[in-house]
């Protein structure tokens, strides 16, 4: 007896069973359901206290065929309507405020649920007020609230808080009218207190936004409620699966016009009208025109169903049956003509058998497009200055340079004046293809009282027909430049090529041309000799060739100068390089050219 055994695994014998202790399980499985079989206490209990924590575990007897019951009233939820007081301290506006909820009452298991509603700016917290329980009406008997004691006017002490019952959804109503047995009497919503400062905050929030507090904004539902829904017995509308089914992606397009010109800046406005035959909606698009001058807004109205009057809230909707060529459909006070629609849209009435009719002929104004006149030239400046005030943009750019046009023109000239001192003045004459602006250089001369240099600046020239441009200069013109008047005697051997390369511009550069007009007056003398005579009274040694002063000296003989109105000077320097060798003429060659001009395309 006085021996103690160690306590060390194999030193002990083997313990007595332990009592089991455990919380027993009340849950039972009845019809696939997990139903509570409260026939079996729970001998576990909470700590003893006031609060809604400390209450014991259901004690009632077994409810009678719970599986049955659940499967008659699954998923079946009454809502009352009701609200209770709460004390409001130091506030000079209020002494309680009235929170508004809403119970919720499951046939299933007899649970109730209290939800408060939610109020902007309330500084409150709000929402779930108790959650889905038995909520204790005794604490002492352990006796909870059933259907019986929830009726209109009816009140609740739910932990502490006084609810009153003033009013049920349409649903409960049926269902205690008709299942229940309820009288009518009964089931009349019950006027409830007026909160003081609520209806002041809305007062205050209508006349600070001008929002109409008594409309409801509600918010479109999350995909995802919509789906736990459906889960829960609210299957989807489909009453326009069929529409989808059949027109899925199938949109008939109407153009329509809305003339408003009849209005202060009226206009004719063109129009798109979409209809959507899956659900019957439609939607108005704009169709802008180039330079209209309105913003590049595509939608006009957003795609839904459209009222025929929109001021009548039980107005039928616009249907495509409603839709032929030339009716006038009322868009938010738009009248909208249709007056076209497209190929697959006429082809889908066809179908129905209502054949559009033909598209509507508009007669529409052309509108007057004002000419601009630009202002002459007032001798300021250049006068792509003067211009860039009226045409293009006010910041320069630099002119597209094409291939050949850097090319210079010069020209040695002499002023034609009856001042002594200007006689013997000689000018370089440069004209630039890439702009047509004009540069005239004096060389210095000493001795001659005047200072050489720069005597005009590089800058456009304009006349009395225009713009001074190339077909304006050449060997022996007389052109105004400046105010001064000028006469080109020479030029330099670029500008004869390029004279010669654009005989069409140039007529005294072409020899054909010249040749031509030679025949005229020389004709007759080059088809008796006489001509070859006169050739060769300057040509004592027989060579075949003279000068080209002697050539100019027969023609002033036989009056086909310049001076009796003939070719210029540019004339004679063409003849000298095309039938000679640019100082001396091939008189034959002249002579056979007058007398046959098919002779030049042998020479060259």
């Not at 007020?129 to 006796?143: C, I, S, T, W, Y």
């Not at 406005?269 to 035959?277: E, H, I, N, P, V």
């Not at 003045?425 to 890439?434: D, E, K, M, W």
């Not at 310049?562 to 063409?574: H, K, L, N, R, S």
Request: glycine share 6%; charged share 25%.
């Amino acid at each position: 007896e006085g021996l103690q055994i160690p306590n060390l695994p194999g030193y002990r014998p083997k313990p007595e069973k332990r009592a089991n202790n455990a919380r027993k399980q009340i849950w039972s499985i009845s019809h696939g359901v997990a139903i509570a079989d409260e026939a079996q206490p729970n001998t576990a209990t909470l700590i003893n206290s006031n609060s809604a924590a400390s209450i014991p575990l259901a004690t009632q007897p077994k409810i009678a065929h719970a599986g049955k019951r659940f499967l008659k009233d699954g998923g079946k939820v009454l809502c009352f309507y009701g609200y209770f007081k709460e004390a409001v301290y130091e506030s000079q506006i209020e002494n309680y405020r009235i929170r508004q909820c809403e119970i919720f009452y499951y046939l299933e298991d007899d649970t109730i649920q209290v939800v408060e509603k939610k109020l902007e700016n309330s500084g409150c917290p709000q929402g779930n007020f108790a959650n889905r329980q038995r909520l204790p009406k005794d604490m002492g008997n352990e006796v909870y609230y059933n259907l019986d004691d929830l009726n209109l006017g009816a009140t609740l002490d739910v932990f502490g808080r006084v609810l009153f019952i003033t009013d049920c959804n349409v649903s409960t109503r049926k269902y205690l009218r008709e299942v229940v047995g309820r009288p009518e009497e009964v089931l009349r919503p019950v006027p409830g207190e007026e909160d003081v400062y609520t209806a002041m905050r809305k007062e205050f929030m209508s006349r600070e936004t001008g929002r109409d507090e008594s409309v409801a904004h509600n918010i479109r539902k999350n995909p995802m409620k919509v789906f736990a829904e459906a889960q829960l017995g609210k299957t989807v509308n489909n009453s326009t699966r069929q529409g989808f089914l059949e027109y899925d992606r199938k949109v008939l397009r109407l153009d329509c016009i809305w003339d408003d010109r009849e209005s202060l800046y009226g206009d004719l406005q063109r129009f798109t009208l979409q209809y959507y035959l899956a659900d019957d909606t439609m939607e108005l698009l704009t169709v802008l025109g180039p330079n209209s001058g309105r913003d590049p807004y595509k939608k006009m109205v957003k795609r839904g169903k459209l009222a025929k009057n929109r001021h009548d809230p039980d107005s039928p909707v616009w249907h495509w049956r409603d839709f032929q060529i030339g009716t006038v459909v009322d868009v938010f006070s738009k009248h909208l003509l249709i007056v076209s629609a497209d190929a697959p849209t006429y082809a889908f009435y066809d179908q129905k058998g209502m054949p559009l009719d033909p598209p509507l002929e508009l007669v529409q104004e052309e509108p007057v497009v004002a000419k601009r006149e630009l202002p002459p030239y007032n001798g300021f400046g250049s006068e792509e200055d003067s211009l860039a005030s009226c045409v293009g943009s006010l910041v320069p750019h630099l002119p597209k340079i094409k291939q050949g046009e850097s090319k210079v023109m010069r020209f040695a000239a002499k002023m034609e004046s009856k001042n002594p001192e200007d006689v013997d003045r000689n000018f370089t004459v440069s004209f630039y293809l890439v702009d047509n602006s004009v540069q005239i250089h004096e060389p210095p001369k000493r001795n001659s009282g005047i200072v050489g240099g720069s005597f005009l600046s590089r800058m456009k020239l304009r006349t009395a027909e225009g713009l001074i441009t190339e077909e304006y200069f050449y060997v022996g013109a007389e052109i105004q430049l400046a105010g001064h008047p000028f006469i080109l005697v020479d030029a330099d051997e670029g500008t004869l090529r390029h004279m010669e390369g654009k005989p069409d511009l140039f007529e005294y550069s072409n020899i054909k041309n010249i040749m031509a007009v030679y025949a005229l007056s020389l004709g007759e003398a080059a088809a008796s000799g006489e001509l070859a005579a006169e050739f060769q009274a300057y040509d004592p040694e027989g060579t075949g060739v003279v000068s080209t002063k002697a050539v100019k000296k027969i023609l002033m003989k036989y009056k086909c100068s310049y001076y009796y109105g003939g070719p210029p000077e540019q004339a004679v320097i063409t003849v000298s390089r095309k039938l000679g060798n640019k100082v001396n003429v091939d008189y034959n060659k002249f002579i056979a050219a007058i007398i046959d001009p098919t002779v030049l395309d042998t020479i060259y």
